[in-house]
Structure formats: structure tokens, C-alpha cells
């Protein structure tokens, strides 16, 4: 006889049990703290968590998501930036959530929230490779870094390797959120290639990308699609990485480890040229320095950087054209200015309780800067000396 499906939103109880079962811990979460910060999350921040329940139900409801006790604990699970509390992750991951379903086109979004990564872009594939490429998927339920990857992958040709797999050399985790009421894609976390097997040489990758770091070029992605979002562009500090925790300094290796993750996150951001943002947070420029000073350099480094160059704008141009295909702009909002009545702020703050303007506390990029045309732009010399050890 076939079991009725309970239509009741579990209750926050149901979600502390589910804390503690054997899959739920990970993502650098010991059980006993995985249970520990659900029975908090519980009894302290009810309404919340609630609100996040009934969020979780839903989607799960409409098959958006499949595993909803691993959703809902995403909420409980500790955030990358140690200074962020139940209620303002609740807050993120709907915010997110809200975002993502209007995203992308219909067809890119169904194969994200089925698991399966979306081919963002095929990158020029160098000899010796059956393909490099751009894509992005979910996160791990487990990841404290962000709800969404964009990942390098790459994998040699037959005549190379035999049996050659799928290598992820290089991971960028992000989420959308408001910070500051502005709308933001957030970086979360960089990191380069973790399996103990299916890797490739520096070396390697360096020449398959035309010299490019695969850190950078992956922010220089985050750039493109936060400005085809319209969307402010933020990392995050090191100095708010929750590794400054006690619970992770009492051993030496863990220390020394989170250092050199702390020193290499300092470098990507000064390669960008990042500005200190909301607490815990640096504004990263949607353009980057983009004065080609070739001739500044010897003949065999502006070869070099001529075809870091070169790869650059063909990967950019591909990368606008199948953004216009798998990916969705946000719905424009009516301006004041293109009303057929114009009025002076002093009537417009009578009519609809305009406010005055405040000066932001934190220098985001202007809007009319994000638009601006780029065509005509080509990478950094500063990529030929910049840092080697990037996360």
C-alpha cells in the first residue's frame, strides 16, 4: 500500500534531528558542534529558522531542491565569514534563492538545481586536450564558501594520457545577497586543485591558459558576469575568515595552514586592486587595470603578454555570447528620469517620501561605470609579474 506525503512544513525540532544524522556534518563541521549549533539555532532563533523552513518546504514542493534536510541546514552549518548569525544567513539564502530562479533561461536553470553543471564556456583547448572549459553548478551542501561554484575544468586528449579523466584545477564559490541593501555577488572562497590524483602541473595549466593564473582569470569571470547581473562585485576579507576561530588554533599545522590561505587571499585581492568594504568584506572593481603597456616590456615578455592578450578577448567574446543564450539580466526598474512630468526634488520628496541623498559609507563602484562599454579593453601587464602562490 503506497505512503500518503504529509503536506505539514516539518517542525524545528524535525530539523534539530535532522542534525544529527550521520551525513550531516562536513564542510569542516564536527557532529557534536553540527548539533550543537542546531539546538542554538532552535531555541534561540525560532523565528528565523522557521522562515527558512517554510522556504525549504516550498522549493522542496515545487522540486526545485531535492534533499531538504541538507538545504535547511545550510542555515545552521557556519558561514566562511565568521561574524555572519543565523538570522542574517537565513536572510542570504533566501535573497539567494530569490535570485537564482530568475537567473538564468528556463533550460540552464532546470540542469542547475538538477546537479548537473551547466557548460558556462569552451575555452580554446591546446593541443594535447579534449577540452577546457568554464562551468558552473551548485555548491556541496556541505560548503561554507558560497551556494554556487564556478570551476575550471579541463581534461587531456587520449594520445596525452590513457584514460585521462576530468580535472577541476581551479574553483570560485559564490552567492548572491544584499550587503548593504545593494545587490552583490559575493566570493566566498578561491581555491586551486584538491584532488590527491587527477592533477595537472603549474607548469601545465600556465601554458594551456596562454599564461594566464587560474585564480585570476576566474575572478576576471566573476567580473563578467556580475556586470551582465548588474551586480556589485565583493570578496571576502581574510581578516573575517572563520580559521581565525579559536576552535581552529590550537594546533600548529592548522595555524600555518590558514596563514598561507590568509597571505594568498591578500595577494589576489591587491592583484585587483580591492578597497576595504562592509565589515568583513573588499569591493572588488568590476574593470581592472586594463592599459596594455607593451612597450614597456622586452620583446619576449610582450609576446607573451600579447598572447595572454589575445586569449583574453576571444574568451570574453565567446563568454558575452553564451551569457545572452544560458543566462537572464534582471528586469530594468523605471526611472525617474524618463517620466514625461519632470519635477524638482522638493516635489518629489512630497509626493513619494523621496529621501535625501546619503553618501554611501563605502565606495562601490559607480552604476554608470558598470555599463560602460569594454570592448576596446585588454588584460593587465601586471599579470606577467603578479603573485605565483594564489589560492
Same mark, same amino acid.
Given at each position: 500500500m503506497a505512503t500518503r506525503k504529509s503536506h505539514r512544513i516539518p517542525t524545528l525540532w524535525q530539523g534539530f534531528r535532522w542534525s544529527l544524522g550521520a551525513d550531516a556534518s562536513g564542510g569542516g563541521t564536527t557532529p557534536y558542534r553540527m548539533a550543537w549549533r542546531a539546538l542554538n539555532a532552535t531555541l534561540w532563533h525560532s523565528r528565523a529558522m522557521k522562515r527558512w523552513m517554510t522556504v525549504v518546504y516550498e522549493l522542496h514542493s515545487r522540486k526545485v531542491i531535492e534533499d531538504m534536510?541538507?538545504?535547511?541546514?545550510?542555515? %545552521?552549518?557556519p558561514y566562511v565569514h565568521r561574524g555572519v548569525g543565523f538570522n542574517e544567513r537565513v536572510v542570504q539564502l533566501i535573497d539567494h534563492m530569490d535570485w537564482l530562479e530568475g537567473a538564468f533561461q528556463r533550460a540552464a536553470f532546470e540542469q542547475i538545481v538538477s546537479g548537473q553543471p551547466l557548460t558556462l564556456v569552451e575555452l580554446t583547448a591546446p593541443r594535447g586536450y579534449d577540452y577546457v572549459r568554464l562551468q558552473l553548478q551548485q555548491a556541496p551542501l556541505p560548503s561554507p564558501e558560497g551556494d554556487m561554484l564556478l570551476s575550471l575544468n579541463l581534461q587531456r586528449s587520449a594520445d596525452v594520457q590513457h584514460?585521462?579523466? /576530468?580535472?577541476?584545477?581551479?574553483?570560485?564559490?559564490?552567492? @548572491?545577497? @544584499?550587503?548593504?541593501?545593494?545587490?552583490?555577488? %559575493?566570493?566566498?572562497? %578561491?581555491?586551486?586543485q584538491r584532488h590527491p590524483t587527477q592533477r595537472v602541473s603549474l607548469t601545465e595549466l600556465s601554458q594551456a591558459l596562454q599564461g594566464w593564473k587560474p585564480s585570476v582569470l576566474l575572478v576576471r569571470v566573476a567580473q563578467e558576469l556580475a556586470r551582465y547581473w548588474q551586480l556589485h562585485l565583493i570578496g571576502l576579507d581574510p581578516a573575517a575568515h572563520r580559521l581565525h576561530d579559536w576552535s581552529y588554533r590550537w594546533k600548529k599545522n592548522r595555524r600555518e595552514s590558514g596563514q598561507r590561505i590568509f597571505a594568498a587571499y591578500d595577494a589576489l585581492w591587491d592583484h585587483f586592486d580591492c578597497k576595504p568594504g562592509p565589515l568583513g568584506w573588499v569591493v572588488v572593481p568590476?574593470?581592472?587595470?586594463?592599459?596594455?603597456?607593451?612597450?614597456?616590456?622586452?620583446?619576449?615578455? @610582450?609576446?607573451?603578454?600579447?598572447? @595572454?592578450?589575445?586569449?583574453?578577448?576571444?574568451?570574453? /567574446?565567446v563568454?558575452?555570447?553564451?551569457?545572452?543564450? =544560458?543566462?537572464?539580466?534582471? %528586469?530594468?526598474?523605471?526611472? =525617474?528620469?524618463?517620466?514625461t512630468e519632470t519635477m524638482d526634488r522638493e516635489s518629489m520628496r512630497a509626493r513619494l517620501n523621496y529621501p535625501d541623498v546619503i553618501k554611501d559609507e563605502f565606495d562601490f563602484d559607480d552604476d554608470s561605470q558598470d555599463s560602460q562599454n569594454s570592448e576596446d579593453m585588454v588584460p593587465s601587464r601586471v599579470l606577467a609579474t603578479g603573485p605565483g602562490n594564489l589560492v
Open positions: 534536510p541538507g538545504e535547511y541546514l545550510r542555515a %545552521v552549518r584514460k585521462a579523466e /576530468n580535472v577541476e584545477a581551479a574553483v570560485l564559490a559564490f552567492s @548572491r545577497f @544584499r550587503i548593504d541593501d545593494k545587490p552583490c555577488l %559575493v566570493i566566498g572562497g %578561491v581555491r586551486g568590476l574593470n581592472s587595470d586594463e592599459k596594455l603597456a607593451a612597450t614597456a616590456l622586452s620583446p619576449e615578455k @610582450r609576446a607573451r603578454q600579447t598572447s @595572454r592578450a589575445d586569449y583574453w578577448i576571444r574568451t570574453r /567574446n563568454m558575452r555570447a553564451e551569457f545572452r543564450r =544560458l543566462l537572464q539580466k534582471p %528586469v530594468r526598474e523605471a526611472r =525617474l528620469s524618463h517620466l
